[in-house]
T-cell receptor
Framework: DAKTTQPTSMDCAEGRAANLPCNHSTISGNEYVYWYRQIHSQGPQYIIHGLKNNETNEMASLIITEDRKSSTLILPHATLRDTAVYYCIASNFGNEKLTFGTGTRLTIIP | GAVVSQHPSWVICKSGTSVKIECRSLDFQATTMFWYRQFPKQSLMLMATSNEGSKATYEQGVEKDKFLINHASLTLSTLTVTSAHPEDSSFYIC????????????FGPGTRLTVL
């Protein structure tokens, strides 16, 4: 898996969009960008993944730069329940092995 | 869909005993399951990968004789921590890779093991 770099922590006001950046400058052509989050004392929750096109689902949007060296996860209307550690992972399709970094601790502020 | 369960959610045991943790995919068949371990304030670390009907593949530094993994069916994998010691106390999390597209791992809720 390519190495990813994320800010250690971020704050976001409740109701605003939370934009979480991730750098993956060494990502290879067949590696996808996966996002998971982990709420305290729970297993990670899958959010979204993409290869090169922007993706959107009911939870979030994923914006991947054209050169694929970075991406941004967008939570459009953050709620207090979105407070968690967010992990950005670059991995091959089928992600046979996920390498978790330290992630970004997102705190939603009332 | 894509629900993974673990049992038990927490367990306390005495040093020297063995503990079995179950991981089940509830609404899909999981050809591959993974076991992770997470110590306090740290990230998840992959311990091993198990494929149904074959031996598990362990990550470097993980003792296969201590952490026994059995993937007996397409919906069940078990992790047995043998002769547990206090340093084995951790949060154990499994994930499952489904048979639909096989492009996403879904995680269980985790099992907190405390060895006294």
């Amino acid at each position: 898996d390519a190495k990813t770099t994320q800010p250690t922590s971020m704050d976001c006001a409740e109701g605003r969009a939370a934009n979480l950046p991730c750098n993956h400058s060494t990502i290879s052509g067949n590696e996808y960008v996966y996002w998971y989050r982990q709420i305290h004392s729970q297993g990670p929750q899958y959010i979204i993944h993409g290869l090169k096109n922007n993706e959107t689902n009911e939870m979030a949007s994923l914006i991947i730069t054209e050169d694929r060296k970075s991406s941004t996860l967008i939570l459009p209307h953050a709620t207090l329940r979105d407070t968690a550690v967010y992990y950005c992972i670059a991995s091959n399709f089928g992600n046979e092995k996920l390498t978790f970094g330290t992630g970004t601790r997102l705190t939603i502020i009332p | 869909g894509a629900v993974v369960s673990q049992h038990p959610s927490w367990v306390i045991c005495k040093s020297g005993t063995s503990v079995k943790i179950e991981c089940r995919s509830l609404d899909f068949q999981a050809t591959t399951m993974f076991w992770y371990r997470q110590f306090p304030k740290q990230s998840l670390m992959l311990m091993a990968t198990s494929n149904e009907g074959s031996k598990a593949t362990y990550e470097q530094g993980v003792e296969k004789d201590k952490f026994l993994i059995n993937h007996a069916s397409l919906t069940l994998s078990t992790l047995t921590v043998t002769s547990a010691h206090p340093e084995d106390s951790s949060f154990y999390i499994c994930s499952a890779l489904g048979d639909r597209g096989q492009d996403t791992q879904y995680f269980g809720p985790g099992t907190r093991l405390t060895v006294l």
